[in-house]
């Protein structure tokens, strides 16, 4: 199996190179990144491995020690495995079931209008920050019942911190002790109490839900502050990430954006979970942006007995990365993958094979707020799309990526005015009318 020194490459091009390395050397290979050798799978029948076989063959928790060491936690819900990780994922799921997403689009829209109003006057702005404040808030808004604004700057902090210390490596561990860092860390003890102190008996909030969980045994009580804080940790920079492609492509790509458009204008209805299942051209439209620019490079895991994959043994005790967004990127499956085209979805819906289409992960660890970042999607996407137009700046921006750690927009600045939609309706309804 070959040996590839490229964690430059990989962070040039993440989905190039692995193209390269997957058409090159086939569904495994190995690569040294920043000291740790990681053999990769990839391939849809590699997802399909991992989705299969994760309980039996493969462990979470050694992937992702180092986190929970820079979170100070032991019981985090992406570092656990077995029934642990089950009994912990079932505790926390009903903040983010069907029921509650339908409850949660009003508030989600309307924490989107008051940050996208905020936009209209500000001049360019940054996308990829405004949008993390803005997804903090709607995390926030819908999954707690206490203001955290003030905790913005110590949330991005720590997690930040904990991220290039312990899983990237970018910094030496000795920058978790960073000043700044340690008071951020007491003042994420501080929103810990207040959380708590929101708890109540049967609600169906992330404290509450918490509150039980401590109650079951499935949490210590000296243990919270990182389940407390998941829904800000996984979100802010997954779905800003996200919202700022999806955001560039609204710009770069008027003509799909129009499309969209005129499908909600469409209807004088209020955003609902089931106007949103209704509009197959919204829905097309961020299931593209998740397929072109994804967010999820490599899903790390290591490997609990040996594995028989691709022509090779892989034995127990190796670290594995799972290229679970490949195959999105593949021209077997996408041709011209580099290209947004929301026609992929013609009714907003994947039809690719098994294993293909994996915007969220597979498997016990498939990402648990999925459905709620399905919904933050829409909701904030039938916003922009439909009440605001949007100029990138400067306007011939040629987008390029970078990691942060996570795939992102680089250097993307915008503005964005207001539309009538009153004045579009009548538009819409004339054209129509003509012969």
């Known amino acids: 199996m070959p040996i590839l020194g490229s964690a430059?490459?990989?962070?040039r091009d993440p989905f190039g190179f692995l193209r390269r390395c997957h058409r090159e050397h086939g569904s495994v290979f190995q690569l040294?990144?920043?000291?740790?050798?990681?053999?990769v799978f990839a391939g849809p029948e590699a997802n399909l491995l991992l989705k299969n076989s994760e309980r039996t063959h493969f462990a979470a928790a050694p992937a992702f020690e180092r986190l929970s060491k820079a979170l100070d936690t032991k019981r985090f819900l992406m570092t656990l495995d077995g029934d642990l990780h089950k009994q912990l994922r079932n505790a926390i799921s009903p903040a983010v079931g069907?029921?509650?997403l339908a409850e949660y689009v009003p508030k989600l829209e309307s924490i989107a209008q008051d940050y996208l109003a905020r936009w209209g006057h500000e001049g360019s702005f940054d996308v990829r920050l405004a949008f993390k404040r803005l997804v903090y808030a709607q995390l926030g808004g819908v999954l707690t019942d206490i203001d955290a604004a003030d905790y913005y700057d110590d949330v991005v902090r720590v997690f930040d911190t904990a991220i290039k210390v312990a899983l990237t490596r970018a910094w030496p561990w000795f920058m978790r002790y960073n000043p700044r860092n340690l008071i951020s860390q007491r003042r994420l003890r501080q929103l810990e109490a207040r959380l708590m102190a929101s708890a109540k008996d049967g609600g169906l909030r992330i404290p509450d839900l918490v509150k039980q969980a401590v109650k079951d045994g499935v949490l210590e009580p000296d243990d919270l502050l990182a389940t407390l804080a998941a829904p800000y940790f996984a979100g802010i920079d997954t779905v800003a990430a996200s919202l700022s492609f999806a955001f560039y492509s609204i710009a770069a790509f008027p003509e799909q954006?129009?499309?969209?458009?005129e499908e909600l204008l469409a209807t004088?209805?209020?955003l609902s979970v089931g106007l949103l299942r209704k509009m197959p051209t919204l829905r097309a439209f961020v299931l593209e942006t998740l397929r072109c620019y994804p967010v999820t490079i490599l899903a790390f895991r290591?490997?609990?007995?040996?594995?028989?994959?691709?022509?090779h043994r892989i034995?127990?005790?190796?670290?594995?990365?799972?290229?679970?967004s490949l195959p999105m990127k593949s021209d077997e499956y996408f041709p011209e993958p580099d290209r947004f085209d929301i026609d992929r979805f013609p009714d907003g819906r994947s039809h690719a094979p098994p294993g293909v289409y994996q915007p969220f992960g597979t498997g016990p660890h498939v990402c648990l707020g999925a459905g709620l970042a399905?919904?933050?999607?829409?909701?904030?996407i039938a916003t922009l799309i439909r009440d605001y137009e949007l100029t990138l700046d400067p306007p011939d921006y040629v987008l390029q990526q970078k990691l942060a750690p996570f795939p992102v927009p680089k250097g993307l600045r915008a503005t964005i005015r207001p539309r009538d939609r009153t004045a579009q309706r009548a538009k819409l309804t004339e054209r129509e009318a003509s012969p």
Do not use: W
């Open 8 to 11: 430059l490459e990989l962070a």
């Open 32 to 39: 040294d990144l920043l000291r740790q050798r990681v053999v």
């Open 98 to 100: 069907h029921k509650q």
């Open 257 to 261: 954006a129009a499309r969209v458009r």
């Open 268 to 270: 004088d209805e209020p």
């Open 302 to 311: 290591d490997t609990t007995q040996p594995v028989e994959f691709g022509g």
């Open 315 to 324: 034995g127990a005790g190796m670290r594995a990365g799972f290229a679970l």
């Open 374 to 380: 399905d919904v933050q999607m829409l909701v904030v």
